[in-house]
Every structure is written in C-alpha cells, then in structure tokens.
C-alpha cells in the first residue's frame, strides 16, 4: 500500500521553491479577473516580507480576496504560472510561517464574515479572515465561547489559528484549536474545492469508490494511515500542547479519520482554507482569581499538577525576572503591586455560573496550600475589574521582555516549547541551566497548566558567531525538550525556527510521513514551501543577519530608548499586531478606518526598516510607499501608548518628513496649518479683517480651496481679545503666592480663550499667582505633523531661553492643551537630549489635572450634579496618563463615562487637510461623535484638546468644554446659571465682528488677491 504515494526528495521541493515566475503577466492576469484588490507593488511586497518571527521572505506579490471566487481564481493562475501561495491571516505568527517567496493572499481584509451561528448547536461558520474576538463577542451573547484564546485574540484571525492549532490561556478548559474544528471548506493548489472533517468508514469507502482527485486523497489519507498508525501511537507525545508536526494522530481510526483535524496546524503547507465550521463552549459568567506566590518560578510549576485536579479553566505562571523587566519599564505598577509576594506566580482561575460557586473552588485550593509546610502566598480575587489588572501582568509578556532599558534585544525562537505538565518543575530547571550555559537571560511565563512556556532570549542574529551560537542552543533545547517527552512547540508552530528540529521529536520515519502527507495535498510543493516539511534551514532567511547593516541617517530626534539609532527605533515593532485591534484601544485610528496593514502602526515601522534595507525600497528617505504609508499617520500617539513595546510613530513620521521634504516644497496645508503661530498671531492684530476673511460665505469657500482645507470644515473664527491681551488688561493675582505659569497654547490663547481664562480663576482659587509669559512663545506642536522640525527646534530652544529663570527656579508650567504639554514632556527631551533646563521643564510641566492632583494638597473642587461624557485626547493618555483627569472628574461629582473612542479624527490639523478629512470623519464616528449625538442634552460633554473639541462642534449640535471650563461651572453653579440642556451655552460660541460694507468690499478684493497671488506661486513652485 506504501508504494502509492509519491516520496518527494527534499531536491524537489528545492527545485519547485527556486522556479521563477513571470510575475508581471501574473499580476496582469489577476488583475483582469479577480474583485479583491492584487498589490505588486515594492511597497506592498515590503510590507508582506515578515510575520511576527525573526524571519524575512519578500513575498511575489500580495492578493486581497473579496471572497472564495477570488482565493480560487488566484490559486488557479498561481498554477498557471507556477507560483507558490502563502494564506495568510492577521501575520502575527512567530515562527516564520506566514512569510515566503509567494503570492500572498490576504484573507484579512475582507473575508472575516460569521456566516451562520447555531446556539443550540455549538458551532459557528465562519470565513477564515474572522478576527477571533470578532466571534467570541457575537458568542458570548449566547453564554459561549471560542475556547483556544491566544494572547493576540483581537487580532488574529480564525484562519490563521487554523494554521497554526494555535492555543490560549482557556485551552485548560477548551483544548486547543483542532479539538475544536468540526469541519473545514479546502482549497488545494491544484484547484480542488471540498469540505473535509470527521469520516466514517462508510462515507471513506463511498468517496474512494468515486474516484477522481477526491478519492485519490482519501484513498492516499487512508494508505498513510495505515502504513505509519503504530508509528504514530507509538512516538507522538500524549500531552496537552503537541503542536509541532502534522496531526497525523487525527487520522487514526480512534479519532474519527478526522481529515479536517488532520489539516489544522499545517500552516497553509497544504491547503487553503475557504471556511470552516467551528465548536463553541459554555463560557462561564462568574470567574474567581487566585493568585499564588511561590519562592521562585520552579516550585510554582511543581504545584501544576495537584492544582490542576480542582479543575480549572486557566492555569498561568510568570517568574521574577518578567516583574523585574516590568519594574525597570514602569510598566503596569499599580497592578504588579496587586500580586501577593513571591518570586514566581501562578494564575488560577476558577469559571462557573455564580461567583460563590467559583469562589468556593478556590477556597478549597487555598485550604490546601495552606496546609503545606511552605505554603504560597496568597490573594483572591473575584471582583472582575480587579482581575482584570492581574491578567494584564501576564498578557503583556512579551511586551515586558522587549526594549527592556539597559538590556540587549531578546528574540523569539525558543519560545513555546511544552512538556507534560507533572515534568515542568524539573524542565524548566534544565532549560534555566542551558541558558546560563549559553550565557543567555529570558523571563519566563505561559502556560504552566499545560506545560507550555514562553520566553524570548536574548540571541544575538547579526554575527556568524552569535547565529552559530543560536543553532547549536536551539538543537541541545530541543534534545532537552524530546527528553522530557514534549513538543518543540506548544503553540506557535514550527514555521521555518523549529522545523528543521522535528527529526529529534518525531524520527525520519515520521518525518518522511509528514513529506508524504503534504505531497498528498501538495504534490508540486507550492504550499508555503519550506516551512514544517523539507525547511529552510533555522538559519537562513533572518531578517537580519551576519550581513545586516542598516543605513544609520543623522536625525533631529535622539531616540534615547533606542541609542541614539534610528534603525534601531525600526527593530522595537516585535509584530503582535495589537495595532490591529478594530474595536478598543486609541492605536491605531488610520487602521480602524482603511483596514489596510500599512496604514497600521506595524505596516509603517515594517516600511521604515525596509528603508534602511534599501533593497525592495530604495527610495530612502525621499521613498514614496513610505511616505504614503505615513501619510494616513494621525500622529495621534496611539502607539506610544497602547503598543505594548511603545512603538512612537508620530516621531518617526516627523522625522521621516523632515528629511522627505528636504529642499522640496510641502502642501500648502503644511505652511497655512503648521505655521498655524505665525498665521494666527498676525490675524489677531486683525481679527475683523482675518475673520472676515475666512468666514464670508464665498471668501472662505475660496481661503480653504487655497490653503488645502476641506470644503466641509470650518475654519475657527480668532479671538478677540486673545487669552493673553485679556489678562494683561486685568492683571495679575496673589502677588505673593507661588507662582504658577499658565502656557497660553497658540490654540487657546488665539482661537478660544475661555478654557484659559477658567483655568486662571481655578489656579488663583488655590492659592496661586498665574504668570502668563509676556513673549510670543510656541511650543511648536503643529510643525511636528509637517515635519518641520528646525523650526520645532528654534521654538523651543526660545523656550528654554526665555523662560530659564522660571525653568531653574522650578516655577511649574501648567498647560490646557494636552498635544503642547505633550511636547514638553516627550519631543523636548528627544530633541534636546543633554539640556538640564529642557529635563527641568519636561518635570516641571503639567495638565491642570495633574497640577491640581499633584500640587495642591487635599484639592477639593465643589461638587458638579450632572452627567457627563469624556473623551481623552490621544496625547493626554499616551504621555500624561489619564488617572489624575479621572481623580478630578470624581472629586467633582460627576456621574462620567469616559468613553473608549479613541482619536477623535481631528489630530491636530489632519481632519482640516483636504485629503484627509473622509478618514478624519470615520475616525471621528467610529464611538465619539454617535456618544456626543446620543447623550442626553443636559450632559456635560467634557473634551480637554483643542481639536477634539473643534471635530465635535463642527459634526454634532454640541460643544465640549475643557476639564478647567467644568471646574469654573462647579464654581459658580448658584450664579451662572448653568443651562439645564446644552450647559455648554454658558460660555458664548466664537463669533466674528461684523464689517462695513464698504470694508467688506475693500477686504473682500485684497483678500482675493491675495490667496490667488498665494495659490499661483505655491502651485508654480510644486510643479517645479
Ligand atoms: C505577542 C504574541 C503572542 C502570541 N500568543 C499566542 C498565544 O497565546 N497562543 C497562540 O496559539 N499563538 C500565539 N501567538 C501566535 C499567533 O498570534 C497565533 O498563532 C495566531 O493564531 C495566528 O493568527 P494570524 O491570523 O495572525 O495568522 P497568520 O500569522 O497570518 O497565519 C498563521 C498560519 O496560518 C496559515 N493560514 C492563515 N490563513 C489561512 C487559510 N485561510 N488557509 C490556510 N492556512 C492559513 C498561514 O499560512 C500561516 O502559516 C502569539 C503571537 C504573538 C506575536
Ligand atoms: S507596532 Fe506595536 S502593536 Fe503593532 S505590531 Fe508592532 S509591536 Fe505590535
Ligand atoms: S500615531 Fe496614531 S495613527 Fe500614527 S501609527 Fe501611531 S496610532 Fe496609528
């Protein structure tokens, strides 16, 4: 029976791998005859050329399916022109699997439908690209869930754990990714559409008896089956994280002759998947906590095994060193001091309809620990918010493990091993032992209920010496993990790091079975080819590598947390894809809107690492995809706040453009928005003329065509008297008090002056003497957006010299706008890294909340009965942070909601800008502006930046105040009068002068003139 099946020569698939393609025709063809969209382009190539792994493979060219139709017609004139495929989900994977040579089909952007879901049933039909959380939140309406959870679960896709059989913190309770697949729609290169899953014997003989490449494959599955079922019983491991391999074991007659099992884990090596339909289970509602300190990560993982026989639904460890990293990154302080002592943790967590219910499970564990001689250190928790921050410890991991100040990089690679869970304890401590050998540092952490365990090593993958000296670690690891009977992954799969060690786990015999089994789906091998069988070496296609050598641009930042090198800032991205996220978060606002991977903020820092490459992009810094990936970048901060590695794209844009626009004329945005200082302090000498200008109904239609604003924003109307002529007439305060500078932003103090104004009243009422700077000062915040950063530079350096007596006397700066206290707290330091007086000022400068919480003791504002809804500039929650905000919103009483909405699409001047003002507004109503439209009119609406409260005013009935405005009210709620609906109205809404007649006319011709003499030498210097 044996003889059937062809046996491929590992010369074979070399020689398939190698063939060349025609890839312009192929492109051409697609093109014709597909919906999805087909990207050939350098850009798009660049940007499919990693996964999460170390690995890079620039693929032929990248195909967007809007359905199954188009994943046929592309696997057909693949075929045609001898082109390998490559499936691929949401790219996180971290072995090298979701990279090659190949035409990429992106399943991601559009094929991510719940096609069908039956409560009753348990299952879910879904399209491959479905985000997992995307199902588990429609499943959870019905008390169910998707068990296998992994860390990634916002992002990635059914598809892609389809691949991988990936697993999760749930998979105690649920098993992992193949345990719960019933049936899957296949696709195989050579053009074959079926759906596969469970077969009894009668169906198998039927379909063989049919004939056709259908029975060939059950006739071959089953001719495999038989010749190696002894062989597979006898050396696949019996334990809970066996992912490494194929899952031949699912063909046994035991399990079914399971071909849809059989299929997942293969990492698009043989088939694409179309659909599939999936089981769901029970989710239980009420959850208890439990929290174990051991003396060190070893003992922790000893006690897994008696833990484990209370059932329950997770079972999760980390160890001291990953505390350790966290403390050294400030990461998540207040939670890390929720945990119990101990110098090695583990997270058991107990599901069940009530919470006594599962409270009472974990008594029971805690009566027993505590009858041991060393008993752990305990803490339970059952309040879900409170867990919640304990879940957040372990999931950022891999965050804590990266970019760890004063610390080499440590890489993926080894990182998912799993044994049988009773041998963890005694594995860990080998493993710990060939780490020091190799003289390597790692945390680790995972899924010790399981025996599987994650850690990132600190390898060295730019030497020959140090990429020897990986090789030869990851080859005694894995005879270290084949010794205790486990798995060389247990999660992420085998890709291109781990395949290459599968002979030590399985034996060639089942080696050559895995070969036989691809070749049965795959006969030319042009599935993913040389990953899981026939691989490329673990050593070759590194992304970087012994000839790895970036160019190293001079730039304005210093990136400090990256010494000094901005190639370096390009290596921080480890590719989780948490800029994925669709649903939460502030990162990334340009990806919740296009959908599309360069406009997230991984899909940019790939573009800029592939830059400095210079070989697929060789633009450098006058590069056009990467300009044009940029170019969606709201420089909202999002990143430097959410991604748990703290990628900061809003700086690398700006660097990127400054250079791009070296000698070259920008947009005429740049110089009207950017400059928006200069422009405003003229207009407000003025502010008739100006406001006429650009608010007279045809005038302003033809100031925005000139200036590059959308025809449907607004321009703001400018104030008279500014914020700082309004206090130079009524004079300073509490001569003697402690002085406080309040920082007149050119948005407030030029546009709105009011939030100052309130702001000044507060301040004295504490006791304070507010110093306005007589100077014209700027903290240069819009030219950062434009890249104009030698003028940054040159305002800030005035800054500093204007203000130094204040600066060393230690005189706190207070500022209303969260994007200019911003600059004082991240872009002024990064430019002006070695200044001791720019390192005073970044400590010295506050929003007004955090003045108020930090400065003044016991501050106690009145109380405020109203409702209201917040929304957080971007800034204010990257940078700052938003728990004094939140402390002064409680102290004042107010029943809030702060809403989980993101950027609000305005960022600064972004939403003006003509081109950018359809994803400004998708931004905008994805949460905040339907929140602002559905709150109850007497809700206070409460918005601290400039832009978020201008995007507001011009797409809802409402206006936000600023937190200082909101304080003021609570001040003088008995005689303002507050308004019971739109308590905003208190404060009167911008308005502009009226002008003569005759001036009308008058201005009205010389401004005309004006914007067309401003046009036309704007436009003739462009087309030069
Ligand atoms: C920080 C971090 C944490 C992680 N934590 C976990 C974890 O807890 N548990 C875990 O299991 N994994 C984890 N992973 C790995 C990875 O996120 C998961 O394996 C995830 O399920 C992959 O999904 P994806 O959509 O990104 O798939 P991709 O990476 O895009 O693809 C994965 C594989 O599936 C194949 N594939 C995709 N779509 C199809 C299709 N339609 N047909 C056939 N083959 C297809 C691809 O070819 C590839 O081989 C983690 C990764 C990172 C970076
Ligand atoms: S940018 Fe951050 S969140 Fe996005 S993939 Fe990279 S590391 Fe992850
Ligand atoms: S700054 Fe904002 S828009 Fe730009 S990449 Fe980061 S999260 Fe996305």
């Known amino acids: 029976m044996r003889h059937i099946l062809p046996i491929l020569k590992e010369s074979d698939t070399e020689r398939t791998r190698a063939a060349p393609v025609d890839a312009q025709a192929l492109e051409h063809e697609l093109r014709a005859s597909i919906r999805g969209e087909v990207r050939f382009d350098a850009g798009s190539r660049a940007l499919y050329a990693t996964d999460g792994s170390n690995y890079r493979q620039v693929p032929i060219g990248i195909v967007i399916p809007k359905n199954a139709e188009d994943v046929i017609q592309t696997a057909a004139l693949c075929r045609r022109y001898n082109a390998p495929l490559l499936p691929r989900g949401g790219g996180t994977s971290l072995a090298g699997q979701t990279c090659n040579t190949a035409v990429v089909i992106d399943m991601s952007k559009y094929m991510g439908t719940i096609l069908e879901i039956n409560s009753q049933k348990k299952i879910a039909r879904i399209q491959p690209g479905l985000v997992l959380d995307a199902l588990r939140n429609v499943a959870e309406r019905y008390q169910l869930t998707f068990g296998p959870d992994p860390a990634t679960h916002a992002q990635c896709t059914l598809g892609g754990m389809i691949g991988n059989n990936s697993c999760g913190t749930h998979s105690v309770m ?85 071909i849809a099992r059989a299929l997942i884990g293969t990492e698009g090596t043989c088939v694409t998947v179309l659909e599939a339909t999936v089981h769901l289970v029970y989710s239980p509602p009420a959850r208890a906590l439990l929290v174990l300190g051991f003396s060190d990560a070893y003992i922790a993982a000893e006690h897994v095994p008696e833990i484990m026989a209370h059932q329950p639904i997770a079972l999760e460890g980390f160890d001291l060193t990953l505390i350790e990293n966290m403390r050294k990154k400030n990461l998540h302080p207040a939670e890390i001091a929720l945990l119990p002592e101990g110098g090695g943790w583990l997270l058991v967590e107990f599901g069940s309809d009530t919470t006594e219910e599962s409270v009472d499970q974990a008594c029971r564990l805690i009566e027993q620990m505590q009858r041991k001689e060393h008993p752990p250190t305990i803490k339970l928790f059952d309040n879900p918010k409170e867990a919640a921050k304990i879940w957040m410890v372990r999931e950022s991991g891999l965050g804590a ?52 365990v994650h850690n990132r090593v600190d390898f060295d993958l730019t030497s020959r010496e140090g990429i020897k000296k990986f090789r030869a670690f990851m080859e005694e690891a894995a005879d270290i993990v084949v010794g205790y009977g486990g798995s060389i992954s247990g999660e992420h799969g085998d890709g291109q790091a781990r395949a290459e060690l599968l002979p030590k786990m399985y034996g060639t015999e089942l080696i050559q079975a895995f070969r036989e089994f691809k070749a049965i789906w795959d006969p030319d091998g042009k599935m993913n080819p040389g990953k899981v069988v026939d691989p490329y070496h673990l050593d070759e296609n590194l992304r970087l590598g012994p000839t790895y050598n970036p160019a190293q641009p001079a730039t304005h930042f210093k990136f400090p ?97 400054s250079h791009y626009y070296q000698g070259k004329l920008r947009p005429m945005s740049a110089y009207t928005m950017g400059l928006i200082y200069w422009w405003a302090r003229l207009a407000c000498r003025v502010p008739t003329i100006a406001n006429f200008l650009t608010q007279a109904p045809v005038l302003s239609d033809i100031a925005k065509i000139a200036i590059g604003i959308a025809p449907q924003r607004r321009l703001p109307v400018f104030a ?54 007589e100077q014209s000062l700027c903290c240069g915040r819009p030219l950062y957006d434009h890249g104009m950063l030698e003028t940054a530079e040159r305002l800030l350096r005035q800054i500093l010299n204007t203000l130094e007596p204040e600066i060393i006397a230690g005189t706190p700066i207070v500022g209303l706008e969260p994007s200019c206290v911003a600059v004082f707290r991240d872009e002024l330091t990064n430019l002006f890294l070695h200044d001791e007086n720019a390192k005073r000022l970044k400590k010295q400068a506050f929003v007004l909340s955090e003045f108020l919480e930090r400065k003044v003791e016991h501050y106690q504002p009145p109380h405020l009965q109203r409702k209201a809804v917040v ?38 001047s972004f939403g003006f800008e003509k081109d950018h003002y359809d994803v400004s507004i998708k931004s905008g109503e994805r949460v905040l502006l339907p929140a602002v439209r559905s709150a109850s009119k007497d809700m206070l609406i409460i918005a601290d930046g400039f832009s978020c409260r201008e995007q507001i005013a011009q797409t809802t009935d409402r206006r936000a105040l600023h937190l200082a405005q909101v304080i003021q009210l609570a001040m003088h709620q008995d005689e303002k009068g507050m308004t019971k609906e739109y308590p905003e109205t208190t404060y009167p809404q911008p308005a502009n002068q009226p002008l003569s007649k005759v001036s009308i006319a008058f ?21 030069r």
Not at 242 to 250: A, K, M
Not at 737 to 753: E, M
Request: charged fraction near 25%.
């Open 401 to 452: 493990t990266t970019g760890v100040p004063g610390e080499p990089h440590h890489w993926e690679g080894w990182e998912d091993a799993a044994v049988p869970p009773a041998k963890l304890g005694s594995y860990l401590r080998d493993y710990s032992k060939l780490l020091k050998k190799y003289n390597y540092t790692s945390a680790l952490y995972g899924h010790f209920g399981q025996g599987c």
């Open 720 to 773: 008279s008297p500014t914020f700082k002529e309004w206090f130079r007439q009524r004079g300073p305060r509490n001569a003697d008090a402690p002085r406080v500078i309040l920082w007149p932003d050119t948005f407030n103090n030029y546009l709105y002056p009011e939030p100052l104004q309130a702001a000044v009243e507060v301040l004295e009422a504490v006791g304070y003497q507010v110093v306005v700077p």
């Open 1003 to 1023: 201005v009205g011709s010389i401004g005309l003139m004006l914007l067309s003499a401003i046009l036309w030498t704007w436009r003739k210097k462009k087309a």
């Open 871 to 908: 929304h957080m500039h971007c800034h204010h929650k990257a940078i700052m942070r938003t728990a004094p905000e939140e402390a002064i919103l409680k102290k004042l009483g107010l029943d809030y909601t702060v809403l989980d909405s993101g950027c609000c699409g305005m960022a600064g």
């Open 561 to 657: 947390d990256d010494e000094g090198s901005f190639a370096a800032t390009t290596l921080r991205c480890v590719g989780v894809g948490k800029c994925r996220r669709i649903d939460s978060g502030t990162m990334c606002p340009s990806y919740m809107v296009t959908r599309e991977e360069e406009h997230s903020t991984r899909g940019r820092a790939r573009l800029l690492f592939e830059m400095l490459q210079g070989q697929v992009l060789q633009g450098g810094w006058r590069d056009e995809h990467v300009k044009e990936a940029l170019d969606l970048c709201l420089a909202c901060k999002g990143c430097k706040g959410d991604c748990p590695v703290n990628v900061d794209m809003a700086t690398y844009k700006a660097e990127f453009l």
């Open 174 to 258: 649920a098993g992992m990714t193949s345990d719960n697949i019933e049936a899957l729609d296949i696709l195989t290169y050579d053009g074959l559409r079926m759906r596969v899953g469970k077969t009894s014997d009668e169906e198998l003989e039927q379909i063989v008896s049919e004939g056709g490449r259908r029975g060939d494959i059950y006739a071959r599955l089953k001719a495999l089956r038989d010749t190696y079922a002894d062989l597979i019983r006898e050396r696949f491991p019996n334990i809970p994280r066996r992912v490494s391999g194929y899952n031949l074991d699912q063909l046994l007659p035991e399990n079914g002759f399971h």
